[in-house]
């Protein structure tokens, strides 16, 4: 069935290129009917402006954005991003708007035998079950980080996105505060996401992206981070830092990013920033390991941005 081909009365559950719902459908998570949509000449590859600011189609492939030259010059860190998602094979046909939108990996969701909040279920299991590769920032009721790679680091730039129903979404706007639990996006049913704008990057700006993982590939990060930031005359004019892994919608890290602004790109000043990586946080009785990752995973980028 085509895009336009849906109803209300006929909605279902959209399918892109299918690596996130291919796996609910066979464990049975998912059921009812599908949608697959796919690419326009507008809703796919990048759109170049003038002013130096990009658009992404939703249906540009993960490894599209991650090969793309011109894109990783201009946002170097949604380059990195993309290229550490996944797996090849994965980045091969996932599309962007599929990541933004994909559900949650929580092992008690992902289990058609246990009831969940994101299942419609009275509580989240694993607040009190096996939580350790969940929240570090526990904004309730449900424990579950979100999965989104590629959100976080749009996050980091500020991107917008656009729908088929609204025209400018912030990150913040299309997945929620988090606090929810039901969800892992603000999206209506039956709204589609179009593609992702971009603002022209600042002058002279660096970015980079890191994560912690519990093993060396396929898996989704513990923690992840996305950091930018423009160093003159040795003083941080712009600091900019998202996470991911850490909070059931990836989160600004505002005390660390304040703790340096105009100052001195110096060492200590970095080691004290990156202690402030951690401000608001929450850890549930397993995850308090994820403080120290993080932190770590911001002293480690931004020194290496200040070098
Ligand atoms: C081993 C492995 C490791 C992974 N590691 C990571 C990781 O580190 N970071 C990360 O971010 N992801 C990771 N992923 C997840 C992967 O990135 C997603 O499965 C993929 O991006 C989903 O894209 P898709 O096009 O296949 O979406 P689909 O599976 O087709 O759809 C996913 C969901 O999004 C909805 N959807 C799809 N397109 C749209 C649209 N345009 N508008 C509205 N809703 C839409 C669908 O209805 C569905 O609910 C990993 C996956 C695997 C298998």
Redesign the pocket.
């Known amino acids: 069935m085509t895009p336009t081909a849906m109803t209300a009365t006929q909605a279902g ?12 459908r066979r464990s049975g998570v ?1 059921k009812g009917p599908l ?1 697959d ?1 796919s690419a326009t000449s507008d ?1 796919i590859g990048m759109h170049w402006d003038t002013d130096g600011s990009l658009r992404i189609g ?2 540009t ?2 490894g599209a954005i991650a090969a793309d030259a011109r894109l990783a010059a201009a946002y170097p860190g949604i380059a990195a991003s993309a290229q ?4 090849p094979q ?2 091969h ?11 949650s ?1 929580c092992w008690y969701f992902r289990n058609p035998h246990i009831a969940c909040l994101r299942k419609g279920g009275p509580d989240c299991p694993a607040r009190s079950g096996n939580h350790l590769y969940h929240v570090a920032f526990d904004l309730g009721p449900c424990v579950a980080p979100h ?6 680091a749009l996050l980091a730039y500020d991107a917008k996105v656009m ?1 088929d129903q609204r025209s400018s979404l912030t990150i913040g706007a299309l997945l929620g505060d988090g606090r929810n639990g039901g969800s892992d ?1 603000a ?1 209506q049913p039956s ?4 593609s992702v704008a971009l603002p022209s990057p600042l002058q002279g700006e660096r970015a980079l992206y890191k ?1 912690a ?1 519990s093993r060396t590939h ?4 513990l923690v ?1 981070v996305c950091a930018r930031a423009v160093v003159k005359d040795g003083t941080f004019q712009f600091v900019r830092l998202a996470a ?1 892994g850490i909070a059931p919608v990836p989160l600004r890290l505002a005390a660390a990013e304040a703790a340096l602004q105009g100052k001195e790109a110096s060492a200590a000043n970095i080691a004290s920033a990156a202690e402030q990586a951690t401000a608001g946080a929450k850890p549930l009785p397993m995850t308090g390991y994820k403080l120290d990752l993080l932190k770590g995973v911001v002293r480690d980028l931004l020194e290496k941005i200040a070098e």
């Open positions: 559950e959209f399918r892109a290129a299918g690596t996130d719902l291919s796996e609910r998912s949608i949509i809703t939703a249906f492939t993960i550490g998602l996944a797996t994965v980045r046909f996932a599309t962007l708007g599929g990541n933004l939108a994909q559900r990996r999965p989104s790679t590629m959100a976080m729908t996006n999206l709204e589609m996401i179009k994560r993982i396929a898996e989704w990060p992840e991911g």
